[in-house]
């Protein structure tokens, strides 16, 4: 019983895992963002037809807002469309199991690298070490919120970890390289932040174990991998240098300075030491350090979090507030302790490459592309905690401290119910695109004979309102060219109409549309109250955020009215003029 | 190499009383993060409304929350070493003048001189001043120019880290201290602009 007690432990921590990632998974956060809908709609169009929305055959990067999305998220969701349908649970179902997998990664990797360690393996330190770290990671606000969510990130960081964990596995057994290079392969492709993170890693590992990778056993094996890896980065490596690829790094990179100078920048001052006070070499450097720093500074892990609004949960940061003195001793200790040697490497070379590519976006602290930083800075909390509780001599003291601990989870894991479900809810809906699936199901209630403009001046809701209606992709297809397919990742024009049967997705036109007779769609600032009011237009439905607030009007125009207006209107001016 | 260490040592630390005097912009005032903020009484009771029972509510939705959250932003705001080496980006104080304290590339002495203070013969005045100083800051409204206290604990912890790592490591030594002083004229030239 004993020798299965760790695994039975891990099971139970899997379990809770599960419970707060699957309670309400595709009801909240509620509503379904542009992204999330783009991508489900491409993953059904796929299964469909065998091409994207725009008619490509099987893409390498998908096209969808012109944003060209990763594509390893997309084709997972495929086969999972004709068992649960095209819903906001699918779409974001690939995140919870892949975050649920972590987790015995994680375990199994932790209890890899203290296997050589005969002085701590009386302590069962790793193993201990591996159990906490995963029991965090299973209730950590950050890997939850990616874990509920469609956020191509998380899926990501399972490969990665999984291709380090074969990868340890195989300096022992050389076979298991093979399975290394095939989640590395896939880690790649799977999200941008780990085009730098996991080559960055691969080099670091090859570096320090490069004696063994070289000595006759494995290097066969080390051969087939590179192979391998190869083969599965190829159609990545093909579409490497074209505009659509590069599309998000040349956007959000700080040393791009085409759209904004770089922070520090005194535009009031164009002296003779200019390019030194405004230089460039200088300003980028700082800013990147600073941006760096931030990734691993307590007060960004333990109170801001991400500012973003659909990267975070209200009141809550990326970490527990709790957590804060473990993780300044566990750094302590994972400097300073010894025979933690494979740990300490593994972990320090995490912590260091994990924040480089969210550093190079201009964005602060943003947790989605630093998402690989939750597992060393959690084996950090964790080191923390287990030295602070092995250190504790009297038995009183020590079993009022487990009491403790177990107490701040327990709110730990309350709190997260009240940032989740209640707060969330109430203050996030509109960063959640919330609202389109209560319009689709109006229109599809609507006079068909109408055609109806949906306005997309603030954002574009062509995603969700083709994902809710489930619409044709093969009349989408047709219906919506954009650039030929041999263009498809060079071309960058974005055709900003798109047709959905009667629909139309474009920024309304007033002065030719209130002509027709149709239905408007908007939002608060796109229909008021007040146009409403002057256009004597028709009130068909208002969809309301949680908060009470309006998200969307449907009205239906009066052209006769603004027929009888215009006719008035040009009298009166001629009238102005002296015609009678 | 002691002059030259010198001259480092005073790159490293001239940055934060040299921004401070040309650039001085705001009040200092001792009033304490424990006055009435309505605003935030306000949020909260708005707030209590969302949940099922009232009982759960006050969990999460309660007055002392208001002077925790405060007590910790201030805390870590002084703890965190973008405040020291970056002018508090990417994140800064609105409404506040965000100087550069210490320049940047004095973070590498920083950090060499925490990791080796056990070494050091001044560490119980950093820890005595550093400590209690960086308690009393927190609890104040504004702090502004009033932190120019923990000048003398950082100080003291880089002034440390340059000299241990010049006994330790010269080549780091020389490369730091090289890409420091670089970095650092720019940086004074922009103290006297501002």
């Known amino acids: 019983m004993k020798k299965y007690l760790s695994y039975i432990l891990l099971g139970l921590i899997v379990l809770i895992a599960v419970v707060l990632r699957l309670y309400k998974l595709g009801e909240a956060p509620a509503g379904l963002y542009v992204d999330e809908a783009g991508q489900g709609y491409s993953a059904y169009s796929i299964l469909k037809t065998g091409r994207d929305e725009f008619g490509k055959s099987f893409p390498i990067v998908f096209r969808s807002l012109t944003d060209f999305k990763t594509p390893v998220y997309i084709y997972l969701i495929v086969p999972l469309i004709p068992l649960f349908g095209l819903t906001p649970f699918t779409v974001r179902l690939p995140s919870f199991i892949f975050s649920i997998l972590t987790i015995p990664v994680l375990f199994f990797l932790i209890k890899r690298l203290f296997k050589d360690k005969q002085s701590l393996a009386k302590s069962k330190f790793g193993e201990k070490l591996a159990l906490l770290s995963c029991f965090l990671l299973a209730i950590s606000p950050w890997h939850i919120l990616f874990g509920r969510t469609n956020f191509e990130c998380n899926v990501a960081l399972f490969f990665f970890l999984s291709g380090v964990l074969f990868f340890y596995k195989g300096l022992e057994k050389p076979k298991t390289l093979i399975l290394s290079a095939l989640m590395f392969g896939i880690a790649i492709p799977a999200y941008h932040s780990q085009r730098i993170i996991t080559p960055l890693i691969m080099t670091i590992l090859f570096i320090k174990f490069r004696k063994i990778l070289l000595d006759k056993i494995h290097k066969k094996y080390l051969i087939y991998s590179i192979i391998l890896g190869f083969v599965i980065t190829l159609p990545t490596l093909s579409v490497i240098s074209t505009p659509g690829f590069l599309a998000r790094a040349t956007g959000l990179n700080i040393f791009s300075h085409l759209h904004q100078m770089p922070d520090g920048f005194i535009a009031s001052y164009k002296g003779i030491l200019s390019p030194i006070v405004n230089g460039s070499w200088f300003l980028t450097t700082r800013e990147f350090f600073s941006l760096y720093f931030s990734y691993l500074s307590p007060r960004y892990m333990f109170l801001l979090g991400d500012s973003g609004p659909r990267s975070s949960f209200p009141e809550l940061s990326t970490f527990f507030l709790w957590q804060f003195p473990f993780y300044i001793y566990g750094i302590w200790i994972l400097l300073t302790k010894k025979n933690i040697s494979d740990l300490k490497f593994l972990t320090i070379a995490l912590l260091i490459a994990s924040p480089i590519p969210a550093a190079v976006t201009r964005d602060p602290y943003t947790t989605i592309r630093s998402l690989p930083l939750v597992i060393p800075q959690l084996i950090v909390i964790s080191l923390g905690i287990l030295e602070i509780y092995s250190k504790l001599k009297i038995g009183f003291v020590k079993k009022t401290s487990l009491l403790l601990f177990y107490a701040v989870v327990i709110y730990s894991i309350c709190k997260l119910y009240s940032s989740v479900i209640v707060l969330n809810e109430y203050y996030r809906a509109k960063a959640w695109d919330y609202g389109w699936q209560q319009v689709t199901s109006i229109i599809q209630g609507l006079n068909t004979d109408l055609p109806i403009v949906t306005d997309n001046a603030r954002s574009d809701a062509y995603p969700q309102i083709a994902f809710y209606l489930k619409y044709d992709p093969l009349k989408f297809q047709k219906e919506n060219f954009e650039v030929p397919t041999n263009e498809y990742y060079t071309n960058l024009y974005h055709n900003s109409e798109k047709h959905i049967g009667k629909i139309v997705t474009r920024p309304i036109n007033w002065e030719k549309d209130l002509l027709v007779d149709q239905y408007l769609i908007a939002d608060e600032l796109g229909i008021s109250l007040q146009q409403i009011k002057t256009h004597k237009l028709i009130l068909i439905s208002e969809v309301k955020y949680p908060d009470g607030a309006t998200a969307y009007r449907i009205v239906r125009t009066n052209p006769e009215f603004t027929k009888e207006e215009q006719r008035l209107f040009n009298s009166r001016k001629q009238v102005e003029r002296g015609f009678p | ?194």
């Open chain 2, 1 to 194: 190499m002691n002059y030259f260490k010198k001259i480092v040592i005073v790159f490293c630390i001239i940055l934060w009383p040299l921004n401070l005097l040309l650039n001085f912009k705001g009040n200092t005032s001792f009033e304490t993060i424990f006055t009435n903020d309505y605003q935030g009484e306000q949020l909260i009771l708005r707030n209590i409304h969302l949940y099922p029972t009232i009982a759960l509510a006050r969990v999460f939705q309660n007055k002392p929350r208001i002077y925790i959250y405060k007590f910790f932003n201030n805390l870590f705001i002084l703890t965190d070493p973008n405040n020291y080496f970056f002018g508090l980006h990417p994140e800064p104080i609105p409404g506040q003048n965000n100087i550069f304290k210490y320049q940047f590339v004095a973070i590498v002495f920083f950090a060499y001189g925490i990791f080796s203070i056990s070494k050091y013969k001044y560490k119980n005045i950093i820890l005595f001043t550093f400590i209690p100083f960086v308690l009393f800051l927190s609890i104040l409204k504004n702090f502004y120019g009033l932190d120019l206290i923990l000048w003398i604990p950082i100080s003291l912890t880089i002034g440390n880290g340059v000299t241990q790592m010049m006994i330790d490591n010269k080549k780091l030594f020389t490369v730091t201290s090289i890409l420091l002083i670089v970095f650092a004229v720019p940086e004074l030239i922009r103290s006297f602009i501002r």
